[in-house]
């Protein structure tokens, strides 16, 4: 999923989706490689949750909100 969001960041049409796109790839890749640095013991815990596997309402409203405006900026940008 974050490699076809970084995929569709280097394809895009105009900068500014581009940007978003890459944006937040990382975010979700930042996430994912803390938790699992925490699950494996290599850096103390932060409480981060892991997108769309951890509970925790208000992460994963804003996962799907960040999904959602990936789906509507890669359909604009594959026109």
């Known amino acids: 999923m974050i490699l076809k969001m970084v ?3 280097y394809s895009s049409k105009d900068r500014f989706s ?18 699992i ?12 949750p892991l997108p769309f596997i951890s509970s925790g309402g208000s992460f994963l409203m804003s996962c799907f ?9 890669g359909v604009d940008s594959a026109e």
Do not use: Q, Y
Not at 37 to 48: E, S, Y
Not at 65 to 73: A, K, L, S, T
């Open 7 to 9: 995929k569709l960041g």
């Open 18 to 35: 581009g940007l978003v796109l890459i944006g937040i790839a990382s975010l979700f890749m930042a996430h994912v490689f803390v938790n």
């Open 37 to 48: 640095a925490m699950t494996v013991g290599m850096i103390p815990v932060k409480g981060l």
């Open 65 to 73: 909100m960040m999904v959602g405006i990936i789906m509507n900026v």
